[in-house]
Each structure stands twice: as structure tokens, then as C-alpha cells.
């Protein structure tokens, strides 16, 4: 049973940084290529980063290049995010996700990013 436990979320004031975590298990996790989504209540869920499994490609949305770095650890079975300079419109549910940002995701983890 594939299950993905985001963690790693809070408040945070514009210019400021988080990192996100998520643990994997019930899958191979070494093999499987992984997202980063978001999702703002009344919208659509939004992708944001891509990772190969053996992380030597990483893709990322026009609006995070730059600024957010998507990465893994295949010996730990963890996904992570770091996000770096902030925005309020990076405020968001983000879930991390295995194969598409519509397969299997965690429950989320809220980022909210506010003066």
C-alpha cells in the first residue's frame, strides 16, 4: 500500500524559506519518479517540481525556477523540497505525489506565507 507523508509546512513571512519533507513506504521508492503539487482552495492542483528516480533530472514550474529545489533520498525513502524566498502567493497545500501529480499523494502539508 503505497503511502506518502508530507510534513515540514508552516507559517512563514515573505522572503523566508521552509523545507518539506515527505516519507515514502509500500512502494519502491528508488524507482519512482516524484512531484511536488500544490493546491489553493477553488483551484485546480498545480504542479511544481519533478524528480527522476535516481534525482540527476530535476524540472520545475516557471514560477519556483529558481527559488524552490526539488531533491531525494533513496536510502531514507524522502522526497524534499526547499523552498528559498518566499512569496504570499506561494500560500498553499503542497503534496508530494508519486509517478503524475494525480497518482498517489500524501495528505499535504499547509504552506502559508504572510506579513
Known amino acids: 500500500q503505497v503511502q506518502l507523508v508530507e510534513s515540514g509546512g508552516g507559517f512563514v513571512q515573505p522572503g523566508g524559506s521552509l523545507r518539506l519533507s515527505c516519507t515514502a513506504s509500500?512502494?519502491?521508492?528508488?524507482?519512482?519518479?516524484m512531484f511536488w503539487a500544490r493546491q489553493v482552495p477553488g483551484k485546480g492542483l498545480e504542479w511544481v517540481a519533478t524528480i527522476r528516480p535516481a534525482g540527476t533530472s530535476r524540472i520545475y514550474a516557471d514560477d519556483v525556477l529558481g527559488r524552490f529545489t526539488i531533491s531525494r533520498d533513496n536510502f531514507k525513502n524522502t522526497l524534499f523540497l526547499q523552498m528559498n524566498s518566499l512569496k504570499s502567493e506561494d500560500t498553499a497545500m503542497y503534496y508530494c505525489?508519486?509517478?503524475?501529480?494525480?497518482?498517489?499523494r500524501g495528505q499535504g502539508t499547509q504552506v502559508t506565507v504572510s506579513s
Open positions: 505525489a508519486k509517478d503524475t501529480i494525480y497518482g498517489s
Open positions: 509500500g512502494f519502491d521508492f528508488s524507482s519512482a519518479w
